[in-house]
């Protein structure tokens, strides 16, 4: 399975972006899927998650300004980000597990990793 992200750039502070990740390969094999992100010297976290069905999950300090999205039929997951924050300057990593369930989403890690794509949000 190969994820591959796009979308990412330089934006100011109160504005918009809105994230996609493509699946290829056994892309069958995967489920629930997230984006997680890695500010320098930070530890990388989990963003938000979404199970095939729809059923998602967002690090409480995001809700209301990130929505997670997939599209099944073209085996791509989206992040739309709203009322970006300096502070939400990071590599964003789009990732893919085996399971379709959001407590191992939010427990295990990953089975598969995207290359991830930089955000930059100016003040």
């Known amino acids: 399975v190969q994820l591959v992200e796009s979308g990412g750039g330089l934006v100011q502070a109160g504005g918009s972006l809105r994230l996609a990740c493509a699946a290829s390969g056994s892309a069958f094999s995967i489920n629930a899927m997230g984006w997680y992100r890695q500010a320098p010297g930070k530890e990388r976290e989990l963003v938000a998650a979404i199970t095939s069905g729809g059923g998602t999950y967002y690090a409480d300090s995001l809700k209301g300004r990130f929505t997670i999205s997939r599209d099944n039929a073209k085996n791509t997951l989206y992040l739309q980000m709203n009322s970006l924050k300096p502070e939400d300057t990071a590599m964003y990593y789009c990732?893919?597990?085996?399971?379709?369930?959001?407590?191992?989403?939010?427990?295990?890690?990953?089975?598969?990793w995207g290359q991830g794509t930089q955000v930059t949000v100016s003040s």
């Open positions: 990732a893919a597990f085996y399971w379709d369930d959001l407590n191992i989403a939010t427990a295990a890690p990953p089975d598969y």
